[in-house]
């Protein structure tokens, strides 16, 4: 059973627009939330996180939205640039210090337009 | 600071051999995570050293291990491999054990045949 879901496989938008990639999960024992942009044989790279006791976080082009009552987070990136084009992958964890994996999404393939 | 770095980065091996593979942590981390990446089942966590001691592992059979050592090292072995463990590895380091923000290295890609 997939605690972690992002519904969307791909996504395309024009360079200059705003790109949304949305997550779901189901454990309510998350509470910290991870965004990681991965290349074709490359490792994630870390882009944005969020506690649970946030419901927003910024970091330049890159705002993440956590909605605990949905159990939902999306990622905006404005404005979008092709060099933005990869695989978008949602994390979360439970509980600081007491484990020490990550659960994975299956990602979510950005195809920005120039 | 140099990243994570795993040896080596292209791996390939017949059924039934086994492999051992590598990854350094961020320079003060001591926090090493493996995980396997497969294009069915995507990123699943193998398990977790902090220490030297496992803390944490995923759902895999004990054909996969692990250890860490004392400057925080980590290696990862697959024993008796099957041509399902065809996938990239990929470590990840952090400062402290768990549910921080881990940052991973290029991985391993590992070709079973």
């Known amino acids: 059973d997939q605690q972690v879901k992002q519904n969307s496989p791909s996504l395309s938008v024009q360079e200059g627009r705003i790109s949304i990639l949305n997550c779901d999960y189901t454990n309510s024992m998350f509470d910290y939330f991870l965004w990681y942009k991965k290349y074709p044989a490359e490792g994630p790279t870390f882009l944005i996180s969020i506690s649970s006791i946030k419901d927003k976080n910024e970091d330049g082009r890159f705002t993440v939205f956590l909605n605990k009552s949905a159990k939902h987070l999306s990622l905006h990136i404005v404005p979008s640039q092709p060099g933005d084009s990869a695989v978008y992958f949602c994390a979360a964890s439970a509980g600081v210090g007491s484990q020490g994996n990550l659960i994975f999404g299956k990602g979510t393939k950005l195809s920005v337009k120039p | 600071k140099a990243g994570v770095t795993q040896t080596p980065r292209y791996l390939i091996k017949t059924r039934g051999q086994q492999v051992t593979l590598s990854c350094s942590p961020i320079?003060?981390?001591?926090?090493v995570s493996w995980y396997q990446q497969t294009p069915g089942q995507g990123l699943q966590f193998l398990f977790e050293?902090?220490?030297?001691?496992?803390?944490n592992k995923g759902n895999f059979p004990g054909r996969f291990s692990g250890r860490q050592f004392s400057n925080s090292r980590s290696e990862m072995n697959v024993s008796t491999l099957e041509l399902g463990d065809s996938a990239l590895y990929l470590c990840a380091s952090s400062s402290r054990q768990g549910g921080e923000t881990q940052y991973f290295g290029p991985g391993t890609r590992l070709l079973v045949l």
């Open positions: 320079s003060g981390h001591r926090s």
């Open positions: 050293y902090f220490s030297e001691t496992q803390r």
